[in-house]
């Protein structure tokens, strides 16, 4: 076989594969919107919508070096995401004027605060208290033997109203720490998982707001991926549905609430996915597209490409700042975001 043929094979080979990730990019399009229980397989596209997005990237470069017109397929690819790559990869151009009424929030998976051999609580206040976290969010929340409930509250002190579920040992662990009075709050344990979530309405100059921390069913790729793939598809299947059946608890808590409201916590979930387009809905913003910079990558494994953890508020407020954190105290990132409060 000759070098001229050669090359044209390769090129061939190039040409299938860019064509082939056009067709997922377009099928990725639709997995936001379509429920797993109608069509599961589009899920395993938003999980791994990152890698899909890089490659459509790094088939433009090859195509444009190559100053070949083919590079049409991977600019459509790319054009029929936007809306969705906006909430991976983000880029800021002009910055919020700070506002008189400012709060701001922080959610963190902190993994059971287990990432070290020694206790990490210290290290994960003072990065609240560095950035002057008001709400903090926390998932997978226990007190360790180094650590109890009231030394853990203790180095949290700045926030010092709080509510705590972590009883149930079954149960994963969730709390919610405030700087301003919790008036009431209530914990929704997801059936059949020891996932959920918990919501407090808090006394804000002398408004309600309702913060609703989420806790969504795990993926499960890390802990099944080696018992061999077709273990691994069923139980990331079986969590798709999970999931989707959680989120929508979660949307529907949303619509019958009547303050103004922040979301956040882990959804376990890219913003492909339906999960992230039914909790965020029409009617919130997405603190990451709206103020994010970066890729925004929020779990650490997995390349750190994932963006897992999310903060959405409704219209009531406005996103002034926001950012992940680059902390190596757990599996997660921190996300942190100062809010305006126009009302």
């Given at each position: 076989m000759?070098?001229?043929?050669?090359?044209?094979?390769f090129r061939?080979v190039?040409?299938?594969?860019?064509?082939a990730?056009?067709?997922?990019?377009?099928?990725?399009?639709?997995?936001?919107?379509t429920?797993?229980f109608e069509m599961?397989?589009?899920?395993?596209?938003?999980?791994?919508?990152?890698?899909?997005?890089?490659?459509?990237i790094s088939i433009l470069?090859?195509?444009?070096?190559r100053k070949?017109?083919?590079?049409?397929?991977?600019l459509?690819?790319l054009?029929?995401?936007h809306?969705?790559?906006?909430?991976?990869f983000?880029?800021?151009?002009k910055?919020t004027?700070?506002?008189?009424?400012?709060?701001?929030?922080?959610?963190?998976n902190?993994?059971?605060?287990?990432n070290?051999q020694?206790?990490?609580?210290p290290?994960?206040?003072?990065t609240?208290v560095?950035n002057?976290?008001?709400i903090?969010?926390?998932?997978?929340?226990?007190p360790?033997?180094l650590y109890?409930?009231n030394?853990?509250?203790g180095?949290?002190?700045?926030t010092?109203?709080m509510?705590?579920?972590?009883?149930?040992k079954?149960?994963?662990?969730?709390a919610?720490f405030?700087?301003?009075?919790?008036?009431?709050?209530?914990?929704?344990n997801?059936e059949?998982?020891?996932?959920?979530?918990?919501w407090?309405?808090?006394?804000?100059k002398?408004?309600?707001i309702r913060?609703?921390?989420?806790?969504?069913q795990?993926?499960?790729?890390?802990s099944s991926?080696?018992?061999?793939f077709k273990h691994?598809?069923?139980?990331?299947?079986?969590?798709?549905l999970?999931?989707?059946?959680?989120?929508?608890?979660?949307?529907?808590?949303?619509?019958t609430?009547a303050?103004?409201?922040i979301?956040?916590?882990?959804?376990?979930?890219t913003?492909?996915s339906f999960?992230?387009?039914t909790i965020k809905?029409?009617?919130?913003i997405d603190?990451?597209s709206?103020?994010?910079?970066?890729?925004g990558?929020t779990?650490?494994?997995?390349?750190?490409?994932?963006?897992?953890?999310?903060?959405?508020?409704?219209p009531?407020?406005?996103t002034i700042?926001?950012?992940?954190?680059?902390?190596?105290l757990?599996?997660h990132?921190?996300?942190?975001a100062?809010?305006?409060y126009?009302?």
């Amino acid at each position: 076989m000759g070098i001229k043929a050669v090359k044209f094979y390769f090129r061939g080979v190039f040409l299938m594969i860019s064509l082939a990730a056009l067709l997922l990019s377009i099928l990725l399009n639709k997995s936001c919107n379509t429920d797993p229980f109608e069509m599961l397989w589009l899920q395993y596209l938003a999980v791994f919508s990152p890698f899909l997005i890089i490659l459509n990237i790094s088939i433009l470069i090859y195509w444009s070096y190559r100053k070949s017109l083919l590079l049409i397929i991977p600019l459509i690819a790319l054009a029929v995401n936007h809306k969705h790559i906006s909430a991976i990869f983000n880029i800021q151009f002009k910055s919020t004027p700070p506002s008189s009424n400012t709060i701001t929030v922080g959610s963190y998976n902190v993994n059971y605060f287990s990432n070290s051999q020694y206790s990490n609580v210290p290290e994960i206040a003072k990065t609240m208290v560095d950035n002057g976290v008001d709400i903090l969010a926390f998932q997978e929340f226990r007190p360790t033997d180094l650590y109890n409930l009231n030394e853990i509250k203790g180095e949290f002190y700045l926030t010092k109203h709080m509510s705590v579920y972590n009883e149930d040992k079954e149960v994963i662990g969730m709390a919610l720490f405030s700087r301003y009075p919790i008036i009431r709050s209530t914990k929704i344990n997801f059936e059949h998982t020891g996932n959920g979530a918990m919501w407090a309405d808090i006394l804000y100059k002398g408004d309600t707001i309702r913060v609703i921390n989420n806790h969504l069913q795990t993926t499960g790729y890390y802990s099944s991926y080696r018992f061999g793939f077709k273990h691994l598809v069923k139980v990331m299947g079986e969590n798709f549905l999970t999931r989707s059946v959680q989120a929508k608890t979660i949307r529907q808590l949303i619509d019958t609430t009547a303050y103004p409201v922040i979301v956040m916590g882990d959804f376990n979930d890219t913003p492909n996915s339906f999960v992230y387009n039914t909790i965020k809905g029409d009617d919130l913003i997405d603190t990451f597209s709206e103020k994010g910079s970066g890729t925004g990558g929020t779990f650490r494994r997995t390349m750190g490409l994932l963006r897992i953890d999310m903060i959405f508020h409704s219209p009531h407020f406005e996103t002034i700042k926001f950012k992940v954190g680059s902390e190596k105290l757990s599996d997660h990132r921190p996300v942190i975001a100062v809010l305006g409060y126009k009302n």
